[in-house]
């Protein structure tokens, strides 16, 4: 059975359907391509209070969560606030490769504030930047590493 994971987008201009969501559906479509069970997107304005509550309602049931945008600097860039009142335990190791792998699109990647870590007791949490080049890179190190770690928190050996 796949694994299920969930794909929100963080973004005023989609919520208020202003701009077409172009990120959470490629993050949707390469979750799949990986081998997930992934719903379509949801879309949800920028804030920490709108995040938080988007990671409260679909966690649940979840293995992964992917969150696109809202990791920047912009004044309304809060989804790394909001990702930090769900998680019990941060990998920032994941969130420093991903920053990582980003420079080979854009020096600003540098400036992504994103997190990645664990809603006990057995969801991964990783929030990329909006733009589809990083959803692209993102997706590529999250689809390596998050069958291990869900195996990890269904009690897995360390294989």
């Known amino acids: 059975m796949p694994h299920i994971a969930r794909v929100i ?9 202003l701009r077409e969501d172009r990120g959470g559906p490629l993050a ?3 979750l799949r391509e990986a081998g997930f069970s992934c719903d379509d997107p949801i879309v949800v304005p ?11 309602r679909v966690v649940p049931g979840a293995s992964l969560v992917v969150t696109t945008g809202g990791t ?18 941060e990998l920032p ?9 980003g420079l080979a699109d854009t020096p600003m990647a540098v400036i992504s504030r994103g997190l990645a870590g664990i809603v ?5 949490v990783v929030n990329l930047p909006g733009s589809t080049r ?9 689809a390596e ?11 897995g050996d360390h294989s």
């Open 134 to 142: 990083a959803v692209a890179s993102g997706i590529a190190v999250v």
């Open 120 to 124: 006990d007791p057995g969801t991964l």
């Open 145 to 155: 590493l998050a069958p291990h770690i869900v195996d990890q928190l269904a009690g």
């Open 46 to 56: 920028d804030g920490a209070d709108s995040v938080e509550g988007a990671l409260r």
């Open 72 to 89: 920047g600097i912009a004044p309304t860039d809060r989804t790394p606030e909001g990702t930090a009142r769900v998680l019990d335990r």
């Open 28 to 30: 949707v479509a390469l």
């Open 93 to 101: 190791g994941i969130a420093e490769e991903l920053r990582r792998r």
């Open 9 to 17: 987008t963080v973004s005023d201009r989609s919520a208020a359907g």
